[in-house]
């Protein structure tokens, strides 16, 4: 009865323009472009990215749609009903720790990625450490570096999760360190905490919860049960948005029921993402700090008013 399509995106290929190229019907992307909302995982295709359609044979009809988000993680959108519902495919990751050592050699950039280590392990070894070694002044020929990082893997796959575990720089017989405890955040060998605390209002005022977080909301637009996996405050448009934390903006994107939003990877355990916005001030990749000014609040996408929708993954 149905056929499976495997598809492989390429570079410049939207959502739209597969469906139309496969003759789906744009009111089927639409209905999943909406079950997507709470989730987000179709907003942002990736050249590489492996689609799975499954199509019913007779009248060409989509029965449901995977996302391959990385080896461990495959996203369903399956017909239901007149709509479509969100599935998650997890599978156990093996996690392996891998240690690096090395000396300075030039900047601490430098000498990191040439011993093996990623950006990523970088910038955070960077971050945690800044308020006691300036990387640029203090550092000396010779100072040495260890550091360990766990990797995630699936049958031998990287999911492209890496996590600092330990880093410990030493310079000049003095030892800077950063470790990552149980509770998801890091602290220093006297057990100082490294990642200050979020801040626990995207704004410089409070402003009044208009919808908390609610794993079966009926959406006040559509009248059908969704997620909602924020808090809405309701505000002004052009309200100043704050980062809650340190971190790097890992998504600038506009979505037809989201708006324009942005995604924050937290150096420690969380991640934070804010829908609606009328303006955005940061640029995908850059590094933003707590209390940093990123966007304007607004009122873009489906909504019903102007409000800003906070999300906080761990
Ligand atoms: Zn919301």
Request: hydrophobic fraction near 30%; proline fraction near 4%; avoid cysteine.
């Amino acid at each position: 009865r149905f056929r499976d399509q495997r598809y492989t995106v390429v570079e410049g290929d939207t959502l739209e323009a597969i469906f139309k190229r496969k003759q789906l019907s744009i009111n089927e992307l639409y209905e999943i472009i909406e079950a997507d909302e709470p989730y987000l995982e179709l907003d942002v295709l990736q050249p590489g990215d492996q689609l799975i359609f499954r199509i019913e044979r007779e009248d060409n009809r989509l029965e449901a749609l995977s996302r391959i988000v990385d080896p461990s993680k495959t996203v369903t959108y399956q017909y239901n009903n007149d709509d479509f519902i969100y599935q998650e495919e997890l599978t156990p990751t093996d996690k392996i720790a891998e240690v690096t050592r090395g000396q300075i050699d030039g900047s601490f950039y430098v000498s990191a990625s040439s011993s093996g280590l990623t950006d990523n392990g970088v910038m955070t070894i960077t971050q945690l450490l800044k308020s006691s070694l300036n990387f640029r002044r203090d550092l000396r020929a010779g100072d040495h570096f260890q550091v360990i990082m766990e990797r995630e893997t699936v049958e031998g796959k990287t999911i492209g999760k890496d996590r600092l575990l330990a880093a410990r720089v030493l310079s000049r017989g003095k030892e800077f360190g950063a470790y990552l405890h149980s509770d998801g955040s890091y602290y220093n060998a006297q057990g100082e905490s490294l990642v200050p605390a979020l801040l626990r209002y995207p704004t410089k005022k409070k402003y009044r919860i208009s919808s908390h977080f609610n794993p079966r909301r009926v959406h006040p637009v559509t009248g059908r049960v969704k997620p909602h996996n924020g808090v809405d405050f309701a505000m002004p448009t052009g309200t100043p948005i704050l980062s809650t934390g340190h971190g790097r903006v890992t998504r600038v994107a506009s979505h037809r029921y989201a708006g324009k939003y942005i995604d924050i990877d937290e150096f420690g355990p969380y991640s934070t993402r804010f829908l609606h916005l009328s303006k955005i001030l940061v640029k995908k990749g850059q590094q933003v700090e707590r209390g940093q000014v990123i966007a304007l609040s607004g009122n873009t996408g489906r909504s019903t008013g102007p409000h800003l929708h906070y999300e906080l993954h761990i």
